[in-house]
């Protein structure tokens, strides 16, 4: 029987294993998706609930995972959802009972909330660039703010705490959204994480030149707040925590940036990925994917789906090298790989 760790040849260990439950969305984010014309996954490629389940279950007792985080697509578009969450909440590995997160754009997660918290879930990120409607609508191409606010809100109230936000800034387009979105955060006790963007969307349309930098994002930041570090170093977390002064109109938190692009933490990277079609990628920034739905589909037995994954991530590339001459993003889409 293989029981061991996801080691690769950089000495990294990975613990968090991301989940693309689906490759479809309700949103089309431009930095993400393009407005039309993407092609999703035939069903019959996509693995079955049940299929998941047996990889989540592989992946805790066998490859030593103790965070999985469910994604997409939009995940909450999975019919199966919560009982995938509640599959993954049996099991145990050596540390215990994996924690449970999941990434979503908001939408439905009020009615769905509850649930989801009841068959274990722990926390949710939900993802939010601007609290201007029409600037929302015009970045998400669908106008629908007030239902992820709602969604915001029912997350909150079911306990998926510390509700989570992550926002990515775009130049010429949400930057003046910065500051409004940490005064809306750090008033709820919300955590907003601001994500540099990453050449994950449709071919062509990321310029590095045009780049709004972490940097950026923490200059506009510390006009209107007082920020100091608040953990050093960051370590395996891709973001870098800043601490913001109370004053008379917020009660001060905690804020982060993550400078994937011009600050990247591939050296402290402990994350593997799984596609909604049963494909690993080591990075996200992969070439190259490990075909798993096969060896699971063709009577392989748990232990050869261990083997296949820690040959796989064993090769994980050292970096993503976006700033390297030559760099080649991946084929697919950020929304076709589970961010
Ligand atoms: N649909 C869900 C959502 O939007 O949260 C989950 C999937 S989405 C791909 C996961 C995260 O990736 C979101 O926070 C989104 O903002 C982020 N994302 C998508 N494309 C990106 C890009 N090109 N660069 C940086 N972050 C990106
Ligand atoms: Fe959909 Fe999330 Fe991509 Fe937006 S970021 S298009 S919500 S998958």
């Given at each position: 029987m293989f029981v061991g760790e996801l080691v690769d040849r950089s000495g990294r260990v990975a613990r968090d294993l991301r989940v693309s439950l689906t490759d479809r969305c309700n949103l089309r984010c431009s930095y993400c998706m393009p407005a039309e014309g993407l092609a999703w996954l035939p069903t019959d490629q996509t693995l079955t609930d049940d299929e998941v389940l047996r990889l989540l279950r592989v992946a805790v007792e066998r490859l030593g995972i103790t965070r999985i985080r469910f994604t997409g697509?939009?995940?909450?578009?999975?019919?199966g959802l919560e009982r995938i969450v509640e599959g993954a909440a049996a099991l145990r590995g050596a540390s215990g009972r994996p924690e449970l997160a999941l990434t979503t754009n908001g939408l439905g997660l009020d009615r769905r909330s509850a649930a989801l918290r009841a068959a274990g879930l722990d926390r949710v990120n939900v993802s939010l660039d601007s609290l201007d409607r029409e600037r929302y609508a015009r970045l998400?191409?669908?106008?629908r703010l007030p239902d992820v606010l709602a969604g915001i809100a029912g997350a909150e109230r079911a306990g998926l705490t510390p509700v989570k936000i992550n926002s990515v800034v775009l130049r010429d387009c949400n930057e003046i959204d910065v500051v409004p979105l940490a005064e809306f955060c750090l008033a709820r006790g919300y955590q907003l994480r601001f994500i540099e963007q990453m050449p994950?969307?449709?071919?062509?349309?990321?310029v590095r030149d045009e780049l709004v930098t972490a940097d950026e994002v923490l200059a506009l930041l510390s006009e209107r707040f007082e920020l100091t570090p608040a953990?050093?170093?960051?370590?395996?977390?891709?973001a870098a925590l800043w601490r913001v002064a109370p004053d008379d109109s917020q009660p001060g938190g905690v804020l982060g940036v993550i400078a994937s692009v011009t600050q990247p933490f591939c050296a402290a990277c402990d994350r593997t990925r799984l596609t909604a079609d049963g494909q690993l990628r080591s990075c996200l920034f992969s070439r190259t994917e490990t075909d798993l739905r096969g060896v699971l589909r063709s009577g392989g037995s748990d232990s050869d789906l261990a083997s296949v994954w820690a040959e796989s991530q064993?090769?994980?590339?050292?970096?993503?090298?976006?700033?390297?001459?030559g760099f080649t993003p991946p084929a697919r889409t950020m929304s076709a790989i589970g961010g």
């Open positions: 697509g939009e995940p909450l578009l999975r019919k998400a191409r669908r106008d994950l969307g449709p071919a062509g349309q990321w953990v050093e170093p960051r370590g395996a977390a891709p064993w090769k994980k590339p050292r970096a993503h090298g976006i700033d390297e001459v």
